[in-house]
């Protein structure tokens, strides 16, 4: 049987545990929203995608959607694999931005559950092996996240009314799944980390690779070890739970007013690679 061909899409979005347990776009009866293709599952160089969801949003700005669950995490596929065939079919899909969600604990002290950030740079503490989808680029990551995708995300956090926002934070990656401990969880406070979580990379290198704007918007869902009091489980349940419609909301006024056609220089911080047969031996090929 062929696979499915690949959809043409202007966004990408990855859902995270904020809306893990909503049927998303769908729960939230979003006006012009309209669900094209479910479980869209595409070949890849590097074998089958994760299971994939194909939405349109009308109004005055028309838009097609591409959408993963829980970062296209894949039973068996480990995590930084799963991403790499998820943005090999965003870039075959044509996206040009792609707007990411999830959970996040606290690493200042300043940062509740329920607190909003929505990050401007990261600190890279996984142990993932490269992931990438070729060598053809240099990835400069002067400016990581796109400050016209953050701007959207901010406003629209900012619109919810839903609780506290910071428009601004460093994100600690690490690998998971497990929590840090409280050791770590000082040693990155040392560093300048705001959040600590498991997805921003390699995420944001394979967007930069692929010449799309990325940015991500995260809940605190709970204190880092050592921060404040021990974390309440009882508690994350609730904000998994309760809170993903309201959570959902953000994201899908976001998508629907992000604008396609903002310049900014996220394409522009790829840069061909000089390690080509061509240069050997000083030609300098452009």
Not at 14 to 26: D, Y
Request: charged share 25%.
């Amino acid at each position: 049987m062929a696979a499915p061909a690949i959809p043409r899409a202007d966004f990408g979005f990855i859902g995270g545990s904020g809306t893990f347990s909503l049927e998303f776009p769908e729960g939230l009866d979003w006006p012009g929203t309209e669900t094209v293709a479910n479980d869209l599952i595409c070949r890849t160089p590097f074998g089958e995608s994760p299971p994939l969801k194909m939405f349109r949003m009308g109004g005055k700005r028309p838009r097609t959607v591409l959408a993963a669950k829980m970062h296209g995490r894949m039973p068996g596929v480990a995590w930084g694999e799963a991403s790499r065939r998820l943005f090999w079919v965003f870039r075959e899909a044509g996206v040009r931005k792609i707007i990411a969600e999830g959970g996040v604990g606290s690493v200042n002290h300043l940062l509740d559950p329920r607190d909003i950030v929505i990050p401007s740079d990261y600190i890279d503490f996984s142990m993932r092996r490269d992931i990438s989808l070729g060598e053809g680029y240099l990835s400069v990551m002067r400016r990581p996240i796109c400050p016209s995708l953050h701007r959207t995300l901010a406003d629209a956090a900012a619109e919810s009314k839903r609780g506290r926002v910071f428009p601004r934070g460093v994100y600690l990656v690490t690998d998971g799944r497990h929590f840090e401990s409280p050791a770590e969880v000082a040693a990155f406070r040392q560093w300048g980390a705001d959040v600590v979580g498991q997805t921003l990379c390699p995420e944001v290198y394979l967007a930069r690779e692929i010449g799309a704007c990325y940015a991500g918007i995260y809940l605190v869902v709970n204190y880092g070890e050592g921060v404040v009091k021990p974390w309440d489980y009882q508690l994350l349940k609730e904000i998994f739970f309760e809170d993903a419609v309201s959570w959902g909301r953000i994201i899908m006024r976001a998508l629907e007013s992000a604008d396609l056609k903002t310049g900014c220089e996220c394409a522009g911080l790829r840069k061909p690679t000089l390690l080509r047969p061509e240069n050997v031996g000083g030609k300098g090929g452009a």
